[in-house]
Every structure is written in C-alpha cells, then in structure tokens.
C-alpha cells in the first residue's frame, strides 16, 4: 500500500498497528466495504458480526447502513419507521453523520427506506460519487474501523461506499454462479480507481454459506482460489440458521450465541482482518 507519509505510516506499520492509515498526517481508521450486486449473499450478516468480533478485540467500530432496505439498522432492534434523520439527510441534506449514530453492540449510522430516493437526489449534484467520502471525515479518527453495509446493486450508493473505502470485503455465496457476479464488480472497481479513489483495492473475499457436506459448495471454494489466490479468506463462514435468528432478537451472532461455531467463524475472520493479511 502506498502511504503520503511513508516514514510516519512505516513506524505505525512495524508497531503492528495494521488498522491505521495516515490522512494528512493524522491516523484515522480503515474504511472498508462489503459489497457483491448479488442479493443474499451475507454482506449484512458479515459487517455486523465482524463488526462486533471487532469491538471485542477492543476496536472502536462504526457500521453504516447505506442500504435502503434497512436489514443492518433492523438486525440491531432498529425499527427503520421511527428514526427521525438517517444516511438519507446525511448524504443528500449534509446532516453532520454524529446526528444519525446510534450506539448499540456496534455504532451505527442507521437508513431507512428515505435512502431509496437518494440515488435520485444526488444524481443532480456535483461531487455525487463523494458525499459519503465527505461525510466520513469528521469521524473517521474516532474510529479503528469504519465498516459499510452496501445494497444488491452496484448504483450511485455503492460508488459513494467503494469511493470512500481502503478496501473492499466480498462475500461470497459458495456456489458457481454467484462466482460469475465478481466480474462484474471487478469491473466497477477497476472505473472507481481509474476515475473516483486508486487506492481502493480489495481486502479479501469471504466465501460464505459454506456447505462442506456438498461437492458443490467444495468446488465453490477452489474455483474461488484458483481465481483469486491469498484474496480468498482463510475462514469460510458455514451454512447455519443461527445467522437469521440472531437478527430477529436485534442482535449479533456473537451475542445471541456466543459460544457457538458461528460466532466463532466471525472472531476467526477478525483475526485475520486484524493481521492484515489480505492485502492486493
Ligand atoms: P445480503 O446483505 O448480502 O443481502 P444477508 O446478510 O442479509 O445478505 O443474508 C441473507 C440471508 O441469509 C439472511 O436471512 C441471513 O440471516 C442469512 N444468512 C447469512 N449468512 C448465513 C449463513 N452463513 N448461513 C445461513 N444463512 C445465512
Ligand atoms: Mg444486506
């Protein structure tokens, strides 16, 4: 990775500090996004339980909730209907960001479905691609990590999301044809870096949903690795049901099951986030 402030970046890097980059000489947190166009396929699920395995490795985490199906906002007992200001008037009215983060396992800056419309608001406006980049400033050396929840598209709000982040998280559902969806992202990248922020790359791909009883779910996995190397995460987060109950009591996984394996696979994935191991 190339830092503006190499020596001061290269100190912090030796001094095992992996979750720091240098804006302007001051260290502030990584933005990181998950994003995949594919619907279901966990993005939701992972910003918040690796959020939450973040905050108990002692990391100070703010997850954004920039899709306007509000499934981030719901997971954590949120009722989206009752939220005065949210990500809608941050991006499209400059509400600062502190006005809408709510404190929960994790800080959350909560949406409703307002943020449908924002795509159109902002389309008029110039900077359009930078509102969530923007908005991020004032915050971001409050936080370790600044997670975003993207939609199922790859629209005006995902490019507000890729524009602002270090990196890029993708899950994965572990079967072949959520396999041919990553061209397609591959390919908004390569315009965001060429046009919006070159420095974006991606962190890591997460094959989730993992069925390791089907030969499919196992082949998943190796075209993934064929295709994508080290990018592919060590921690494959397994098929189980936990994962859609623990947003129906507003919670993480880590919370609703602590000791179970789904929990477990989350903590798994923060340490290697941790390490820095992903690294394009
Ligand atoms: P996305 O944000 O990509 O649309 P979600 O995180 O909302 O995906 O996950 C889609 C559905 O699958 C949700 O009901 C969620 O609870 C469930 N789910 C997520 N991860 C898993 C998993 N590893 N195993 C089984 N179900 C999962
Ligand atoms: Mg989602």
């Known amino acids: 990775m190339q830092f503006g402030n190499s020596a001061a970046a290269g100190l912090l890097q030796q001094r095992g500090r992996p979750d720091l980059t240098i804006v302007g000489g001051v260290s502030v947190g990584q933005v990181i996004a998950f994003a995949n166009q594919k619907g279901g396929v966990a993005k939701t699920t992972t910003t918040l339980n690796l959020g939450v395995a973040l905050v108990e490795r002692g990391k100070r985490v703010l997850c954004v909730d920039l899709d306007p199906q509000s499934n981030l906002t719901m997971s954590q007992g949120i009722d989206p209907d009752d939220l005065e200001r949210t990500m809608f008037d941050v991006l499209v009215h400059k ?43 004032p915050v971001r050396s409050a936080y370790d990590y600044i997670l975003i929840d ?54 890591g791909i997460l094959p989730t949903m993992f ?37 129906v009591k507003g919670t993480s996984v880590l919370k609703y099951d602590s000791k179970g394996n789904a929990a477990k696979a989350y903590r798994d994935l923060a340490g290697e986030v941790l390490r820095n191991g992903k690294a394009k």
């Open 95 to 137: 509400t600062p960001i502190e006005d809408v983060i709510l404190r929960r396992e994790i800080d959350l800056a909560a949406s409703s479905i307002d943020l449908a419309g924002a795509e159109l608001a902002l389309s008029s406006m110039i900077g359009r691609e930078r509102a969530l980049q923007k908005a991020l400033l």
């Open 211 to 247: 069925d390791g009883r089907t030969l499919h779910s196992r082949e998943a996995v190796e075209i993934l690795q064929e295709n994508f190397g080290d990018l592919v995460f060590e921690t494959k987060i397994r098929k189980t049901i936990r994962y859609a109950e623990a947003p």
């Open 150 to 203: 993207t939609p199922p598209s790859l629209g005006l709000l995902t490019i507000n999301a890729l524009t602002a982040s270090d990196g890029v998280i993708v899950p994965v559902q572990c079967e072949y044809l959520s396999l041919r969806g990553l061209i397609q992202l591959e390919n908004t990248l390569t315009m965001i870096r060429e046009n919006l922020n070159p420095d974006v790359r991606i962190k």
